[in-house]
């Protein structure tokens, strides 16, 4: 059965700075005043390039010989790390968001002619697309608290030994490619490539295990641990 979520909404959000300057590898310096004014322009420039597009649906799971199978689909969710990590839900949101081509074409266009400019044009949107995702995860979080849900963390493929190749079947399921114009290469590179697809469990108990910094695959080689941060993903 699938829970039919709340209509899609337009969604406006706020690219902070600090974030901004945390993606590019500052932690309690200052600024020249050039950057600054590029940050600040990067920001009023991807919130008008931006189209913030999501789509998500809540599905029954079930596990069967350490497999999670996404009912009512061919859906299947491979790994020991998902399954950990839904092993008390019996129900999953399953989402994608996409800041659109727009914004693409404009860190392609940069990368050609100030390669700066791109850096710090790509870290504010890895920015607001992390930021899409959390508003997109309160609206998920709200329906399951309406259920009598508590939700888990959000688990993207890629994490630990969920497998990246797992994009297909989630865009396929959520019909992601005629809803928000989201696809995916034969290298499993979601396009456009400020994107990003989820899980959520929801689940009756409060799980208080959590995936941890320490459980990523990526974890000896993460700039942001190396300072004693965390990437919030």
């Known amino acids: ?18 974030e901004v300057l945390r ?3 500052y932690k309690n310096c200052s600024i020249d005043e050039i950057t600054k004014r590029i940050i600040e322009f990067s920001i009023k420039e991807i919130k008008e390039l931006c189209e913030f597009k999501y789509v998500f649906n809540i599905f029954d799971i079930k596990k069967l010989n350490h497999n ?8 299947k969710l491979n790994g020991n790390d998902i399954f950990n990590h839904l092993k008390t839900s019996d129900k999953c949101a399953i989402m994608a968001v996409t800041l659109g081509n727009e914004v693409d074409k404009k860190i392609r266009y940069y990368s050609n002619i100030d390669i700066t400019k791109s850096i710090i044009f790509d870290a504010c949107a890895s920015v607001a697309v992390e930021n899409l995702c959390d508003s997109v995860e309160n609206i998920i979080k709200r329906i399951a608290f309406d259920s009598g849900y508590y939700t888990t963390t ?4 890629g ?16 019909k992601a490619p005629t809803q928000i114009g989201l696809t995916v290469t034969e290298k499993n590179i979601l396009i ?9 469990g929801f689940s009756k108990s409060k799980d208080k295990s959590d995936f941890g910094c320490k459980k990523c695959k990526m974890f000896n080689n993460c700039t942001y641990a190396k300072r004693g941060e965390e990437c919030h993903a």
């Open 23 to 25: 993606y590019l590898g």
């Open 68 to 75: 999670i199978y996404v009912t009512g689909s061919v859906c």
């Open 1 to 18: 059965m699938v829970i039919n979520p709340n209509k899609i909404k337009k969604i406006s959000l706020d690219i902070e700075k600090k």
């Open 159 to 174: 994490y630990g030994d969920f497998p990246i190749d797992s994009q297909f079947e989630i865009l396929e399921i959520l």
């Open 154 to 157: 959000r688990f993207s493929p």
């Open 192 to 200: 456009p490539r400020k994107s990003v697809t989820a899980i959520i």
